[in-house]
């Protein structure tokens, strides 16, 4: 395993840990993020947030492992561009802005993702034991990695809106 290999499997973890975390988190209280999703402004707030919680989960595990990476990464990369149209990109570019704190993490997370579709997982990975690191990696990755894209913003079309704040009378 060579340096790069190295840097891959750390990319892979980097962004498996996390998303993993957000997915157990999400599905503790499948009913309170349920409430959050519908909050933002999803339609099907329970559905969407099953799939979110299991999607993340699934995601990390197969990053953190190597299996089929770019479309983990595409996964990766599909929840955070829903999370910065949703919520993310109202708030500026600064996580530390609250409440809505703004899209750093997800944009970090994204390129992370964006990089190891195109990279590949390296050589201590699932992909490179059967095979499918070098035949998923380069631009057959960045491919699934844009159809990832493409699946998100079908998710935000068929079951998101902005909310409409509500006016304060006085």
Same mark, same amino acid.
């Given at each position: 395993?060579?340096?790069?290999?190295?840097? /891959?499997?750390? !990319?892979?973890?980097?962004?498996?840990?996390?998303?993993?975390?957000?997915?157990?988190?999400?599905?503790?209280?499948?009913?309170?993020?349920?409430?959050?999703?519908?909050?933002?402004?999803?339609?099907?707030?329970? !559905?969407?947030?099953?799939?979110?919680?299991?999607?993340?989960?699934?995601?990390?595990?197969?990053?953190?492992?190597? /299996? !089929?990476?770019?479309?983990?990464?595409?996964?990766?990369?599909?929840?955070?561009?829903?999370?910065?149209?949703?919520?993310?990109?109202?708030?500026?570019?600064?996580?530390?802005?609250?409440?809505?704190?703004?899209?750093?993490?997800?944009?970090? !997370?994204?390129?992370?993702?964006?990089?190891?579709?195109?990279?590949?997982?390296?050589?201590?990975?699932?992909?490179?034991?059967?095979?499918?690191?070098?035949? /998923?990696?380069?631009?057959?990755?960045?491919?699934?990695?844009?159809?990832?894209?493409?699946?998100?913003?079908?998710?935000?079309?068929?079951?998101?809106?902005?909310?409409?704040?509500?006016?304060?009378?006085?």
């Amino acid at each position: 395993m060579d340096n790069i290999d190295i840097a /891959l499997l750390i !990319l892979r973890f980097g962004a498996g840990i996390p998303i993993i975390a957000h997915g157990i988190n999400h599905g503790r209280s499948l009913e309170g993020t349920a409430n959050w999703f519908a909050k933002v402004g999803f339609k099907a707030p329970h !559905l969407n947030a099953f799939i979110s919680s299991a999607m993340e989960i699934t995601v990390g595990l197969a990053l953190i492992a190597g /299996l !089929l990476t770019p479309v983990a990464a595409a996964g990766l990369a599909a929840t955070m561009f829903v999370a910065f149209w949703s919520i993310h990109r109202f708030a500026g570019y600064f996580v530390f802005h609250r409440p809505d704190e703004g899209y750093e993490y997800v944009a970090t !997370l994204a390129v992370i993702a964006l990089a190891l579709a195109i990279m590949g997982p390296g050589s201590a990975s699932v992909d490179a034991a059967l095979g499918l690191d070098e035949t /998923l990696s380069g631009a057959i990755g960045a491919g699934i990695f844009g159809a990832g894209i493409l699946a998100a913003v079908g998710q935000l079309a068929t079951f998101w809106r902005k909310p409409v704040k509500e006016e304060t009378k006085t």
